[in-house]
């Protein structure tokens, strides 16, 4: 949780680092940083729902093993609000607050993408400040959702979302 | 294949609130290589609309493409009516140089 506050507050801080015409390395750099304040805070989140958090040497594997790809595909599928039949016959639709949530680390992921590889690709101070702004809201979204079993479901389904379709 | 048409008429039909100056679909591939659509929302310049209000403009959005039939996923860049301008002619300096 530490590490998704600081990372907020870097991305925040790089939006307003320039004076005048902000340099593209800040603004790339703030996307990122929003991307990955939301990533951890879901791996954080995965790694204690996985119950290692009381074997060290364990959660620090399991932090390696979330998979950037593999979270964006769920994160797409639920944003879309349809499951697959092999998962609809064991969890419930994704409601409208995990939806949202689903759906920002979606667009924040391609757009982390952009910022770090994508070189033609220029982003505005105003249009980068949307991205941290959505991530902010995102995490608190996340730990506010009152389902909490669909939470954790969530979790897992980021975890092990490709060995599932086996 | 969704051809760009289709978007735009869609995004022509919905009611957006006052803040949204226009909408801008393009079509291109994602990260994952797959076809998507990014949609420029241009809003007025002054304070950002908060990230409720551009959710709602998001819903919107999907739901007209889903409408209308269009199954790619939406992406959205939100710029000021200004910055938009400002982009737009560095970008035709960098093809003209």
Known sequence: VTLTADLLAQAEHLLRVDRGRPRQASLRRSVSAAYYALFHLLVADGVAELAVAKLPGVRRLHCRAFVHSEMREVAETFARGTLPKHVASALRPPSAGLRRVAEAFQELREARHHADYNVYRRFSRDEASTFVAQARVAAE???RLPDREEARSFLH???AWRRWKR | MT???????ALGAVSFPDFLVRTRPEIDIDSLGREAVWVSLIVRDGPLPTPAQLGDVRDAVRAALQAAGVELWAYFRV???TED????RGRKRRTRS
């Open chain 1, 141 to 143: 979204a996340w730990r």
């Open chain 1, 157 to 159: 389904a980021l975890f």
């Open chain 2, 3 to 9: 051809d760009l048409d289709t978007i735009e008429r």
């Open chain 2, 79 to 81: 710029r000021t009516r």
């Open chain 2, 85 to 88: 301008r400002s982009m737009s």
